[in-house]
């Protein structure tokens, strides 16, 4: 069973930085972490893909977030980072990192909460004008 542990949440002000860490553990093949992806959710809100990347080195952005925010991934320390630059106060959010396994996956589900198995708990930003 995958375990996704996220921190580096924390509160700054627009305009500033953060960088967020997913650390997974509890699989024996890298198999099970293939696609891994940043989501956040507001209360009300269906929670958002932000960001994926693959084992291949694939990445994918939000609109919302293209220019701002960096996903890469650490194979051998099994960590999942997303870099967030330029905040903004619609940054604000629970961020939530997930992995699925290199299953077959249309590329219009990449970023779908649907597609993943595994999940973090989830670390809050918030962005403060």
């Known amino acids: 069973q995958v375990q996704l542990v996220e921190s580096g949440g924390d509160s700054v002000q627009a305009g500033g930085s953060l960088k967020l860490s997913c650390a997974a553990s509890?699989?024996?093949?890298?198999?099970?972490?293939?696609?891994m992806c940043w989501f956040r959710q507001t209360p009300g809100k269906e929670r958002e893909g932000v960001a994926v990347?693959?084992?291949?080195?694939?990445?994918n952005y939000a609109d919302s977030v293209k220019g701002r925010f960096t996903i890469s991934r650490d194979n051998a320390k099994n960590t999942l980072y997303l870099q967030m630059n330029s905040l903004r106060p619609e940054d604000t959010a629970t961020y939530y990192c997930?992995?699925?396994?290199?299953?077959?996956?249309?590329?219009?589900?990449?970023?779908?909460?649907?597609?993943?198995?595994?999940w973090g708990q989830g670390t809050q930003v918030t962005v403060s004008l």
């Open positions: 509890g699989y024996s093949y890298a198999y099970n972490v293939y696609y």
């Open positions: 990347i693959a084992s291949d080195g694939y990445t």
């Open positions: 997930a992995a699925r396994p290199r299953t077959p996956l249309q590329t219009f589900r990449i970023m779908a909460s649907s597609a993943y198995n595994y």
